[in-house]
């Protein structure tokens, strides 16, 4: 079973999109700050039948285009790999079609992003809306984590405040009264 045991028997799982590597880093980290058993799962990985039972679900992805990454912003993506670009990989179904997919649920949630630092819109609250239409009660603001260019890498200090950010959100969803 992918969804792990952290403290007082919580289960928590990290969903991630990610075309560069990045979000996928920061979604590991999450999950090793959130404590022993906490698993970062692609968007392909984190089924129905795995986040089910699940405490906590963190979701990020990558803002492309100044919004959560689309159907068409997927394809270009795809289609500027090559030469002058790293290869992306879009292998997984998106976060968008994730979140259309996901059941409802109680869980305790929240998003995250990996952003250019001065890029306007958020993938981040798109996320979060999507994990709240799903019935999952927010437990903070949406986090952004920085990367220094269109394909990385993090910005120095992001990996080690991810960390501390997973720890966090385990403490205060141990904290938190049941969810109904």
Known sequence: MFVGQVSNNMKAIVVFESFWGNTA???RVIAEGIGPGAYALTTSEATTEVIANADLIVAGAPLIAFSLPTDASRRNIAASSGLNAPTPDVSHPSMRMWLAGLAQTHARSA???TRIWW???SAAATIGAGLMRAGCQQVCKPQRFIVTGKYGPLRA???ERAHRWGAELAHSVERAPAVI
């Open 25 to 27: 880093a920061i979604a």
């Open 111 to 113: 998003a995250f992003e």
């Open 119 to 121: 890029s306007p819109g």
């Open 157 to 159: 200090g992001e990996i």
